[in-house]
T-cell receptor, first 113, second 110 residues
């Protein structure tokens, strides 16, 4: 089954404790991206990747890092989480870059205390 | 900051009533995509519009892309409880960035 998976689905952590949210897709998509969703603000792009070893900042990259060492994986790293990073995070992938249908993962709800 | 706004933010309708959400961009968009997110779920692609003035229909849903390619609308005829969710528009900026609208949350009362 074609899908985007994220782990963990839920995470409660404390300020400053480094964490990684994994994202994997099995559709051989080149374009992958991370979004955060906050009430009233919609989905805001954090980082995106056009292909392996190619990453770029979205609209809200501060406090986040990503890597794209393999085509299927695109982990999101929070080196020192802060409470303002409490949010719902979605990973997405696409065969045609930003111009085509985005396939979203199930989401990761992160709470930073 | 946010460059794609949607109105209204919330809409409550009685089942059978029509519903429209509007998407407005401060800049011209190459295309517009629409997504639906059910409560507790993830966004799911509905449709993409590319041409100026384009209109597309999916059963009770009608999508329109403005002539200036800066606005779009989604109209649902005779809403059903299965239409409940948040509807997002999204447009491409700077060639490879996808900018989502703020979303319209639809609640349908039976």
């Amino acid at each position: 089954e074609a899908q985007v998976t994220q782990n963990p689905r839920y995470l409660i952590t404390v300020t400053g404790k480094k964490l990684t949210v994994t994202c994997s897709q099995n559709m051989n998509h080149e374009y992958m991206s991370w979004y955060r969703q906050d009430p009233g603000l919609g989905l805001r792009q954090i980082y995106y990747s056009m292909n392996v070893e190619v990453t770029d900042k979205g609209d809200v990259p501060e406090g986040y890092k990503v890597s794209r060492k393999e085509k299927r994986n695109f982990p999101l790293i929070l080196e020192s989480p802060s409470p303002n990073q409490t949010s719902l995070y979605f990973c997405a992938s696409s065969a045609g870059g930003a111009y085509n249908e985005q396939f979203f993962g199930p989401g990761t709800r992160l709470t930073v205390l | 900051g946010q460059q794609v706004m949607q109105i209204p933010q919330y809409q409550h309708v009685q089942e059978g009533e029509d519903f429209t959400t509007y998407c407005n961009s401060s800049t011209t968009l190459s295309n517009i995509q629409w997504y639906k997110q059910r409560p507790g779920g993830h966004p799911v692609f509905l449709i993409q519009l590319v041409k100026s003035g384009e209109v597309k229909k999916q059963k009770r849903l009608t999508f329109q892309f403005g002539e200036a390619k800066k606005n779009s609308s989604l109209h649902i005829t005779a809403t059903q409880t299965t239409d409940v969710g948040t509807y997002f528009c999204a447009g491409v900026r700077d060639t490879d960035k996808l900018i989502f609208g703020t979303g319209t949350r639809l609640q349908v009362f039976p």
